[in-house]
């Protein structure tokens, strides 16, 4: 499977527009937003575990990154609430489920083979740094490379400068909605910008986002 495939693109999803589809797990379903790949893929998808699923046992093969977004998501080394932000490098492996049922964002196949450091980050209890513009504080979540991940929370009636992003740039809207010159982008919804795009953003009424930068090819 080839979807939203070409990184020179592009690509705006509302995912609460989205199907949810079934895996090969009975209880998990998965709303698919980039893939190459089949089952195992580079992929980024939002997954919802019913009540009481399970996941196979499995290596994470080319290394899977997780936000929780919704109830509490667990394996065999602990309960991770939402709000968590997991790492988990390549050649790991862990037994994935849900008690009560979730909803996660997930990042396979995506790890560069030197950035091994594995954790856990509860950002409902981690403290925001002053941003780069009045009105923005960030949250850092994982630098390596030219990679780097963070929270950005905007209060109302913050504006950023036009800026160009080197090696693309991916948002996921976790609250409120952000806004640029092409549109507004209420909670949901999944962005991603290719290598040297450029945009205006601001937030009218505040919003809360999930975004990663320089982590797209470049060629």
Known sequence: ??????????VVIDTAQLPWEDSPMAGVQRRKLDRIGDE?????????????????????GGGEEI??????????????????????PIGTTHK????????????????????????????????????????LTVLPLHNFGGESC???RWDKGTKFSPHTHFGGEEILVL????????????????LRSPHMSVHNPFSKDGCLIYVKTGHMPTE
């Open 150 to 152: 963070a929270l950005v």
């Open 175 to 190: 609250d409120g909605t952000l806004s640029d010159e092409n549109g507004d982008y209420p909670k949901g919804t999944w």
């Open 40 to 60: 195992i893929a580079r992929a980024t998808s939002l997954v919802k575990y019913a009540p009481q699923s399970y996941f196979s046992p499995h290596t994470h």
């Open 96 to 135: 994935p489920h849900s008690e009560d049922g979730c909803v996660i964002f997930v990042k396979l196949h995506q790890f560069d083979k030197n950035d091994t450091e594995q954790f856990t980050l509860d950002t409902q209890k981690a403290e925001f740094l002053p941003g780069s513009a009045p009105g």
């Open 67 to 88: 936000f929780v977004l919704e109830g509490v998501f667990s394996d065999e080394h602990g309960d991770y609430p939402a709000g968590t932000y997991i790492r988990n």
């Open 1 to 10: 499977m080839h979807l939203n495939a070409n990184f020179s693109e592009a």
